[in-house]
């Protein structure tokens, strides 16, 4: 019942297309195939584009695990914060954008869609204005293209210097405005 419940947050409370996810990623709990489980223990992740959003998915994955409570359990939810999300400033990133095309030329850059990754960046840009940049680090030549976060994941890192000169170009436009 609470993981249909969870699973229906999204669906039921925000737009569901890009502004919220909440993700069971492990579910453990009992012995036995033929004991019921005294206690299960499921984790997760919440991601969200506004702090809003987020407040309203806690809030909202409390309602949903009560579902529990009139069926004779109970249940306790440790609920960290985790990453901020992650938005760009404006301004900083038109700054980046055109030094990164100055530097690179239009076709080797481009605007990327927002996704929902957890970043360390996104501490930094709550304390001072900023601009994330994703830098492109595949090689044609390989047959594949794999995500990041998988065992698989390869870095062509020719492309590193590339990234380097573009936050270098962004600083130093930074520093004439």
């Known amino acids: 019942h609470v ?3 969870v699973h229906q947050i999204v669906s039921r409370r925000l737009d569901p297309i890009g502004e919220g ?3 069971i990623g492990t579910i453990q709990g009992g012995t036995k195939d033929n004991i019921i489980a005294g206690t299960v223990t499921m984790t997760g992740t919440i991601r969200s584009f506004t702090p809003e959003n ?3 998915l806690y809030t909202e994955l409390r309602r949903a695990c009560q579902i529990v409570e009139p069926l004779g359990g109970r249940f306790e939810l440790d609920l960290r914060a985790g990453y901020p999300p992650l938005a760009n400033d404006e301004a900083m990133a038109d700054l980046m954008l055109s ?3 100055d530097l ?3 076709e080797q850059v481009r605007v990327a869609e927002k996704i929902m990754a957890a970043e360390d960046f996104s501490f930094m840009a709550q304390a001072a204005p900023g601009s994330f940049l994703r830098l492109g680090v595949y090689n044609p030549a390989w047959p594949q293209i794999y995500p990041v976060h998988t065992p698989t994941f390869r870095i062509d890192e020719d492309a590193l210097p590339i990234g380097a000169a573009a936050l270098v170009a962004t600083a130093l ?3 004439r405005l």
């Open 3 to 5: 993981i249909q419940a």
């Open 173 to 175: 436009a930074r520093l």
């Open 54 to 56: 987020r407040d309203l």
């Open 104 to 106: 690179l030329g239009d």
């Open 99 to 101: 030094a990164a095309r």
């Open 21 to 23: 996810v909440i993700t």
